[in-house]
């Protein structure tokens, strides 16, 4: 499959707890992205790496929420003391963007579905 | 920041009829005009796009139309079919390499 691939597709957690989850971009992919998405809206942007370099996060995004993207493939996103609040579906997303162009069209993962207890 | 909302939130057609989605933006500067669809449990997948110097782009059953003036864009689906279902989504962009997405149109067609 050389789709984007995220694991696990599912963490049930109990609150208090950390939780961590990876992303693999299509290979050729120099951008990532991480969103959140509950029941019933649209996906919420949380961040995104070009190449290894973080270049913006979200101002929802609190300080409990941390991604790395250390060789530029793939990402991490740790959730830190998990509220009830932080249940969603979280989805990355990659894309490629030649030096000096923006490319918009994302490819999305399956998802990790975060359930906080 | 960019407002983006869809109407409307949900659709219901027979199967074969048309739906159109409208989505509307506030930042004059959007110049890229995408449309995902989300079946039930999957992944949003890109399915039509159209960029600020066309009006209309068409793919088999499905177009985009655009008004930069007024600042909406619109998805129109014709000969809808059950596969159709599933939840739309727009996510107009301006250059800021992320895109915003409305909160989505949840389409059923039914036989």
Redesign the interface.
Known sequence: DTGVSQDPRHKITKRGQNVTFRCDPISEHN?L?W?RQTL??????LT?F?NEAQ??KSRLLSDRFSAERPKGSFSTLEIQRTEQGDSAMY?CASSFSPQGA?N???F????TQLSVL | GENVEQHPSTLSVQEGDSAVIKCTYSDSASNYFPWYKQELGKRPQLIIDIRSNVGEKKDQRIAVTLNKTAKHFSLHITETQPEDSAVYFCAPFRGYNKLIFGAGTRLAVHP
Not at chain 1, 40 to 45: A, K, L, V
Not at chain 1, 108 to 111: E, I, L, R, T
Request: aromatic share 22%; net charge negative; glycine share 18%.
């Open positions: 951008r992205y969103y019933g809206q649209g996906p919420e942007f995104y070009q270049l913006e989805l923006t918009e069209k994302l999305f993962g399956s998802g």
